[in-house]
């Protein structure tokens, strides 16, 4: 599978699938570093790799972007159900080059989500 969804270490866009960059978490200071923030700040947030690299060295203000309230992990499903909902709607989504591994990944990952 790593060929039909690859994936670069340090995120090189050219080499990543993009499935990554939108729905991946990574953390990210409220306060940037490079506008004064504390590296432990104590109060990170999570993002999509997509938003952080837009966000870059602005804060949530430069941005008019508001934090959402932190959810519940245990009900969280990586927006997978989301995505395979889409694809039952509208399977031409699944059979596009970029996206065939990442819905075979799924659908082999969650039978019981796609089945539903």
Known sequence: MPNAFPHHRHWKAVDTHPAYW???PTVDHLAPQA???DSGDDK???TSMA???AKGALDFADLGWTPRPAGRLAE???LAGRYLDSVRARPALAAR???QGFT???KAALPAAYSA
Do not use: E, K
């Open 22 to 24: 939108r729905l991946a």
């Open 44 to 46: 990170p947030v999570t």
């Open 97 to 99: 080059p970029p996206w």
């Open 76 to 78: 969280w499903d990586g």
């Open 51 to 53: 938003r952080n690299a």
């Open 104 to 106: 075979a990944a799924l």
């Open 35 to 37: 506008r004064g923030g």
